[in-house]
């Protein structure tokens, strides 16, 4: 039988830091069920757990290095293989519900934070990013790769598809899908967490009738783009420009004179030379119907606001990840990772909306490699006393809210980029496994003249 050793002893300052930003009675209350069976001899299953969320704020670090720095000093590491098995043997599950628990708004009412709302709507965001998997058999049979005429892309992408609070950027419910699986086939699952409290914002990809058709179902507002070649009657004009439509679920729905359903079409572009985009033409689709009360330049400049989207993405995937790909072997490691990262990036967001609190100011005017570095930096310096734990996350969220970024300017460069350079050949499939060397180098060398 194993001591059963508290927690406290086991805990280096790093993690005793982390516990005061998500506690562990919240961890236990969520999985706790799921901790009661030990996973490994070796590792613990409070341990094993955050490691697991570790790996999402250090992912230059190996599994050995990742357990010092939650670990006291005086226990054991243990190999790479043993922390190995011991994920494997703790079920993706278990930390999609721990995400699902611990994951929640942080913005609390309209009157509190209005940055996250629109007339009482909350403002959530939907999109879908992609993931490089290490390239082994299992992760190409289970989430696939890209390819074209002449070859398959370099790695398996997992697709992720999110909804977020765009107010403070935190990425609330997600699911993990495979690199055929399209973003709106993915949304479909996602559909059951909103409600008529939300207005929903979504890119031109989202702009289709499978998708409208169950939000007006539920009643939920959305504002999306569509694609401009898309057919919408004029029905009704309003008196912003804007005006009533019907859009139907099936291709022949409209000839076949087969009800459909009211939406609200607002067709706009704009005339300035100096900004990107100008004369091309848009076209948003809302369930806000009444032009008075909602008008289209409102939700013309209201729409930009899904962009808060795109930029979690970048800190999740770029700032969190240094862009590098995920390290798990296997689909169910990947997505156990997944869900971890989905965890860390949380923790930070969270420190964040409590700083901007402190400065006064939005969620989205803290940097977020400033709280980063801040984070890093104060970690080892959490004491075991708990009166001077929560000195220390005082301490913590007040310099997080000294790291103020300037107000955003307007953007001026074009979604573009430079030449790729192709220095080297392409690695094509047949170059994955090459042979073995038979014997050192030296007992083949063959001197000429």
């Known amino acids: 039988m194993f001591q059963t050793v508290p927690a406290a002893l086991k805990d280096s300052a790093r993690l005793r830091g982390l516990k005061c930003v998500l506690s562990q009675k919240t961890i236990d209350r969520s999985i706790g069920e799921h901790l009661k069976t030990r996973y490994c001899k070796r590792i613990d299953n409070q341990q094993l757990v955050w490691l697991i969320v570790g790996m999402g704020l250090f992912p230059r670090k190996k599994y050995r290095q990742i357990f010092r720095l939650f670990a006291a000093p005086w226990l054991l590491t243990p190999s790479s293989t043993t922390i190995t098995m011991a994920r494997k043997r703790l079920?993706?599950?278990?930390?999609?519900?721990?995400?699902?628990?611990?994951?929640?708004?942080?913005?609390?009412?309209?009157?509190?934070?209005?940055?996250?709302?629109?007339?009482?709507?909350?403002?959530?965001?939907?999109?879908?990013?992609?993931?490089?998997?290490?390239?082994?058999?299992?992760?190409?049979?289970?989430?696939?790769?890209?390819?074209?005429?002449?070859?398959?892309?370099?790695?398996?992408?997992?697709?992720?598809?999110?909804?977020?609070?765009?107010?403070?950027?935190?990425?609330?419910?997600?699911?993990?899908?495979?690199?055929?699986?399209?973003?709106?086939?993915?949304?479909?699952?996602?559909?059951?967490?909103?409600?008529?409290?939300?207005?929903?914002?979504?890119?031109?990809?989202?702009?289709?009738?499978?998708?409208?058709?169950?939000?007006?179902?539920?009643?939920?507002?959305f504002l999306i783009r569509c694609k401009k070649g898309q057919v919408f009657e004029v029905e009704k004009v309003l008196a912003d420009g804007s005006y009533l439509s019907t859009i139907y679920l099936g291709k022949n729905d409209r000839k076949l004179r087969r009800v459909g359903k009211t939406i609200r079409v607002i067709r706009y572009t704009h005339r300035d030379p100096n900004r990107p985009g100008c004369g091309e033409v848009h076209v948003l689709l809302t369930s806000l119907l009444d032009a008075e009360k909602y008008p289209a330049v409102e939700q013309i400049e209201l729409y930009h606001v899904r962009w808060e989207e795109e930029i979690a993405f970048s800190e999740w995937k770029v700032a969190l990840g240094e862009t590098k790909m995920l390290r798990s072997q296997s689909p169910a490691m990947v997505r156990q990772e997944i869900w971890g990262k989905l965890l860390s990036h949380y923790i930070l967001r969270l420190l964040i909306f409590r700083a901007a609190e402190v400065a006064e100011v939005e969620p989205i005017g803290i940097s977020f490699t400033g709280a980063l570095d801040v984070l890093m930096a104060r970690l080892p310096d959490v004491k075991k006393s708990r009166v001077k734990s929560k000195q220390w996350l005082r301490n913590l969220i007040n310099e997080i809210a000294e790291e103020k970024m300037p107000p955003r300017t307007n953007r001026i460069n074009p979604r573009k980029i430079k030449k790729r350079s192709k220095a080297r050949p392409t690695k094509h499939d047949s170059d994955r496994l090459p042979p073995k060397p038979s014997g050192p180098f030296r007992d083949h060398v063959q001197i000429s003249i």
């Open 91 to 221: 079920a993706a599950s278990v930390i999609e519900k721990l995400c699902d628990a611990v994951v929640n708004f942080l913005a609390l009412s309209p009157i509190k934070h209005p940055f996250a709302f629109y007339k009482g709507l909350r403002l959530v965001g939907i999109d879908g990013t992609l993931l490089d998997c290490p390239d082994t058999d299992a992760n190409r049979e289970a989430f696939g790769r890209p390819s074209n005429q002449t070859s398959h892309g370099a790695f398996p992408k997992a697709r992720v598809v999110t909804l977020c609070e765009l107010g403070t950027r935190v990425l609330w419910r997600s699911i993990i899908g495979t690199y055929h699986q399209s973003e709106q086939t993915l949304t479909h699952s996602l559909l059951k967490h909103l409600t008529p409290k939300m207005l929903l914002l979504a890119d031109r990809h989202f702009g289709v009738a499978p998708i409208i058709y169950p939000l007006l179902q539920k009643q939920v507002p």
